[in-house]
């Protein structure tokens, strides 16, 4: 996607699982432009970095939630969306789908498949 | 006059025809009444019979064999009136009669304390709202019970999400902790323990993906909690294969199990391979007597690393909670068996 910047935006209103992923992201070589608790938060610095890449949690502080974040950034941004829920209740995962998602994964992230699935996104 | 005359030749007595004058229309008339009364009276009884042979279940079910039997009495009478109208048989007769009539007065006795009792049972109508009020209830109580067991699960669900997050939240501080440790065998050791806490979390994300919330399939486990782990490691010269037959385990077993995996395999891992080219082959079978084989398998040099440190207390601490025999074998390489009994969830 042109005039996308090639950083990560993360998506999670937990400090410390938020900070976990950031560092993952930066071991496997990736620069985090910014973590975002909030719905809204997520697409006035998508808005502001135009990231490649977005890792969205779907309950989030606030209004709104990580799907609506997501439709908002595809809409004006467009930069490619992993979602990482806690969640498989399937009314959660219906709702991811209206964002057709480039992927979605499962909490808790371990070892390398977060790697993974970053890197087959970003290659897809 | 003896008792055989009596019976069946009473002297001086003639056929009951001669009553009749022995007019064709009047003796054909009784004849053939009688005849047709006698042919019903004992098919009457005859199907009466055969209903209550087949309702085993219906109460007070003699009275029905007082009717069968008297009805079946009064038949006889019919015929003897027919044989009585040519024959003077009236001593067979009356004693027909007689065995007849102890039969009427008996059932007729027995018949009138039995209506209040046959009153009281339910009609059919009284079972069949009966029925259909145990089937509302039977209905509602299911409800009840899918309503209770959809909330259990709900509540599974959520410990499991809250376990797994928490797991999430320590394994970021681990790796927080670590990226700020300059000591090699402290980064190591934090390194080690972001390993357990994988297999932990990992056993929970099965649980969650499971149908009952209670058992998973430990094959598609062991194939990513060990190619995490090389993954993890530092040689990319070394391949892992992953054979373990299906097999459905709970949470007692499958986290120490897992975290067997985990130590084995980061032993090879960090032992086994000093040029960083080699080969961990991880198998879980079926064994005899419900046991199942663990074996974690490298073909490296060959040194066992097992006695001191954390991960051989570890394992050696798991082997005896499983309650099983580990074996280890130098055999081109290094070969650890784990001769383990089955789950019972298995």
Known sequence: MSGLSDCVLVVEDEYLIAEGLRLQLQDIGHTVCGVAATARDAVAMAEAHRPSLVLMDVRLRGSGDGVDAALAIHARVGSKVIFVTGSREPATLERIKLDHPAAVLFKPLFGRQLQNAVEQVLAG | ?346
Request: aromatic fraction near 6%; hydrophobic fraction near 50%; proline fraction near 4%.
């Open chain 2, 1 to 346: 006059m003896s008792l055989w005359n009596w019976l069946f030749n009473p002297s001086g007595l003639t056929a009951h025809g001669f009553c009749l004058s022995w007019a064709p229309g009047l003796v054909a008339l009784h004849a053939g009444s009688d005849a047709l009364i006698g042919l019903a009276y004992f098919s009457i009884p005859l199907a009466l019979a055969w209903f209550v042979r087949e309702r085993r279940d219906l109460a007070y079910s003699w009275i029905v064999s007082l009717f069968v039997a008297f009805i079946l009495a009064c038949g006889t009478t019919h015929l003897f009136s027919i044989l009585t109208l040519w024959v003077p048989v009236y001593g067979v007769e009356g004693m027909v009669k007689a065995i007849t009539a102890a039969l009427s007065i008996a059932t007729a006795i027995a018949l009138w304390p039995l209506v209040p009792k046959l009153l009281a049972l339910p009609s059919p109508d009284q079972l069949r709202e009966l029925n259909a009020d145990l089937e509302r209830r039977v209905s509602s109580r299911t409800a009840e019970l899918q309503a209770a067991l959809e909330q259990r699960d709900l509540l599974l669900r959520e410990v499991y999400h809250r376990v797994k997050n928490n797991l999430q939240t320590v394994d970021a501080l681990l790796h927080m902790q670590a990226r700020r440790t300059t000591d090699p065998e402290a980064r190591e050791g934090l390194g080690d323990l972001r390993g357990r806490v994988f297999a932990l979390g990992l056993v929970h994300q099965q649980l969650m993906g499971s149908e009952n919330l209670t058992t998973f399939d430990i094959a598609p486990f062991l194939k990513e909690l060990s190619t995490n782990i090389l993954q993890g490691g530092e040689h990319d010269g070394v391949t892992l294969s992953v054979a373990a037959c299906p097999l459905q385990v709970g949470l007692d077993f499958a986290i120490p199990l897992g975290l067997l995996v985990t130590e084995l395999v980061t032993n090879s891992l960090k032992h086994a391979f000093p040029g960083g080219v080699g080969h961990i082959a991880v198998t879980l079978a079926k064994g005899e007597d419900d046991k199942v084989l663990l074996t974690i398998a490298d073909n490296g040099r060959g040194q066992s690393e097992a006695g001191s440190g954390l991960g051989a207390s570890i394992i050696k601490g798991l082997v005896a909670q499983l309650d099983a025999v580990m074996r280890v074998v130098e055999d081109d390489g290094l070969k650890t068996e784990i001769l383990a009994a089955a789950p019972l969830a298995a």
